[in-house]
């Protein structure tokens, strides 16, 4: 759920106009042992997914140790393009290619994952005859409107029709930041859930004295609050208007509200649920500019300044536009698998049945495929061997192998890139290490019904001070032949997402915190996450009959140590010359070889996945 509200758009608008809280521990029943279940069909695993056991120990190993296998066995396989990474980038470039060549290419999709689609992931769950999906990770197509030509034109490609996709959403209030929410806190081991429009309160817009007043801290605490949220006061009353502008630059959100208006962290981080969505770990690292462009409070009182910064924020929020598939950009991913490879879905439509299809996996790698997908398979080395071809080895399973091709297109995340291509020259590998990926959590809770949360009152919740920081369900959506949970008394999914955090230390940049809480997300095992889970879900659910020992069917953890694209921060990023970006460097062609991510954009978005894997078969075709 991620806004598509840059600092440039703040700035030009404005210019225009001048920690987890646990419950005491929970007994747990034999039922954790049936939140595992492994399968053959990939979507309907769950237990720990994303960044799953096996399928980063290749890559760690060359990493952290610099081991690789002594030697390749040679396959008797050639192909006219090898893409590394079967996420939408690597599968969209596949298709840009596959279209240049008119389907005469042959084409080898190689990903150390053991589904395909990389972030664009699929839970699946299957109880009581009925099935239900959930969003793995990427999860919604954001602002269409402001796509350019090429990512349209994949849409139009796969025959998404987004018109239909606004349509079938049978409750729009979901997963919409301007929704009915709770602004849900434990505080001394109470919990207090306050009901609002928290996005537009936190602007000043509505009853936003009320809804403070509510929330369980002291009332001098509350009247800070709410003197930032009103703009009753101006915190920068001493500075020169030139030295606003400056200050909200150069200073972290975080400064501003503890030595500016002298907020305690307990109050802070109600502030904080959609920047830690945004920015994960690197939060606190937000300058008052970019905190405010998330949808935060701190620039009304500036006088006519505040004012237009408020009102474009407010236009800005409430021109929010996205659509979903049921189970998120899955079905994107799924689309563009079943175009390269007929055969895995030959009963399927397109869009009007993808959701619902399900795919034979036995048929992504068969030999008379013109395009083939092999799964749990990681790419050790790529290099150009002087034959005028590119040699691509790999590990799958026990097995180290090479294929070669005529070209190249590199779709997993850069900082794996420098490992693999050793041949690139120093500046770009540099470059390519710059970016550290946000972590995340996208969690998929199956319940045995839905009366507690209907109970509950609402279909999301804000919980600051959790494990999760937002909880709500999948969007309750019938594209792609999908029937949503009709009724309470059915099945339904909880949705939760998380952004692991840690306290920032005294010269600590966004990207090292970025890589602590990766290291965090990278040592919290199962059993961990299954607890906060648990803990939370009692927590919002207990008062309205919840049991989670009996109502608790199934858990799905993707884990995400390598989420969000890093996107550059005033306080710890210079402003660099167009071209000299790392991003920009790092994604430069290499020969027969190019580089294909959102990584190499900037940009954690749907469409910049789609245009970077044009850019990378513009570059090999050209």
């Known amino acids: ?91 969209a470039a596949a298709h840009f290619f596959q279209k240049t060549k008119r389907k005469k290419a042959k084409i080898l999709l190689l990903d ?39 990512a349209r034109g ?38 207090t859930n306050v009901r609002g429009n928290w996005s537009l309160l936190l602007l000043g817009v509505g009853d936003y004295e009320a809804a403070i007043n509510a929330l369980p801290f002291e009332p001098v605490e509350c009247d800070r609050l709410t003197d930032l949220v009103g703009g009753k006061r101006d915190f920068l009353d001493d500075l020169s208007l030139s030295e606003k502008l400056n200050y909200i630059e150069t200073t972290s959100y975080l400064e501003f509200l503890k030595n500016r208006v002298g907020l305690s962290s307990d109050i802070i981080s109600v502030l904080e649920p959609f920047p830690v969505l945004m920015a994960g770990a690197a939060a606190p690292r ?33 021109s929010f536009s996205s659509v979903y598939f049921p189970d998120g950009n899955a079905s994107i991913a799924r689309l563009l698998v079943r175009s390269l490879i007929p055969e895995v879905a030959p009963n399927t439509s397109g869009f009007q049945d993808i959701a619902a299809s399900r795919f034979n996996y036995e048929a992504l790698d068969r030999p008379d495929n013109s395009t083939r997908l092999r799964l749990n398979s990681t790419v050790v080395h790529v290099e150009e061997n002087g034959e005028g071809t590119v040699s691509v080895s790999y590990v799958q399973g026990a097995e180290a192998v090479s294929v070669t091709g005529d070209h190249c297109i590199l779709a997993c995340f850069n900082a794996a890139i420098p490992y693999i291509c050793p041949q690139l020259p120093e500046a770009q590998k540099e470059a390519l290490r710059y970016g550290v990926k946000i972590p995340l959590v996208m969690t998929n809770v199956l319940l045995e019904n839905g009366r507690a949360f209907e109970k509950l009152g609402t279909m999301q919740i804000q919980c600051p001070n959790d494990p999760y920081v937002l909880v709500t369900v999948p969007p309750p959506t019938t ?106 460097i790092g994604r430069r062609q290499f020969g027969r070889i190019s580089i294909a ?26």
């Not at 949503?484 to 010269?507: K, R, S, W």
């Not at 009996?550 to 306080?571: C, E, F, M, P, Q």
């Not at 469409?607 to 570059?619: F, L, S, T, Y």
């Open 286 to 318: 937000l300058s008052v500019l970019e905190a405010v462009s998330l949808g935060c409070p701190g620039l009304r009182g500036m006088g006519w300044l505040g004012d237009k910064a408020t009102s474009l924020m407010t236009k800005l929020l409430s």
């Open 1 to 91: 759920m991620k806004h598509k509200i840059t600092r440039r758009d703040f700035l030009n608008g404005v210019a225009i106009g001048a920690g987890a809280g646990f419950l005491n521990p929970i007994r747990f029943s034999a039922q954790a042992a049936n939140v595992r279940v492994e399968g053959p069909y990939p979507p309907r695993r769950s237990g720990m997914r994303g960044n799953h056991p096996g399928s980063y120990d290749a890559m760690h190993a060359l990493a952290w140790s610099d081991e690789k296998p002594a030697g390749h066995k040679r396959l008797n396989e050639h192909y006219d393009l090898i893409v590394v990474g079967a996420g939408v980038s690597g599968l």
């Open 597 to 622: 991510n959102s990584d190499s954009e900037a940009r954690a978005y749907l469409d910049a996945a789609i245009d970077a894997g044009w850019r990378a078969v513009a570059e090999q075709t050209h």
């Open 154 to 191: 994949l849409l139009d490609d796969l025959g998404v029709d987004l018109q239909a996709m606004e349509t079938n959403n049978t409750n729009p209030d979901v997963m919409n930041p301007l929704a009915e929410s709770f602004m849900s806190l434990t505080v001394d081991s109470e919990r």
């Open 112 to 150: 150390n994952h053991d589904d395909f689609g990389g972030h664009a992931k699929r839970n699946e769950f299957h109880h009581k005859g009925k099935t239900l999906l959930g969003i793995g990770g990427s999860n919604n197509i954001d602002t269409p409107e402001s796509w350019g030509m090429v």
């Open 479 to 584: 594209t792609g032949g999908y029937k949503p949970v009709e009724t309470p008394d059915n099945p339904m999914v909880v949705y939760m997402l998380g952004a692991p955090t840690v306290e920032p230390e005294e010269g600590e940049t966004a990207r090292d915190l970025l890589l602590r809480a990766r290291h965090e997300v990278y040592a919290t095992d199962f059993d961990t996450y299954e607890q906060q889970i648990r803990e939370q879900l009692q927590g919002l659910l207990g008062p309205h009959g919840f049991n989670h020992e009996t109502d608790i069917k199934a858990i799905t953890v993707n884990r995400w140590a390598h989420g969000y694209s890093y996107a550059y921060l005033a306080l710890d990023d210079p402003k660099w010359a167009v071209g000299e970006a790392p991003h920009e």
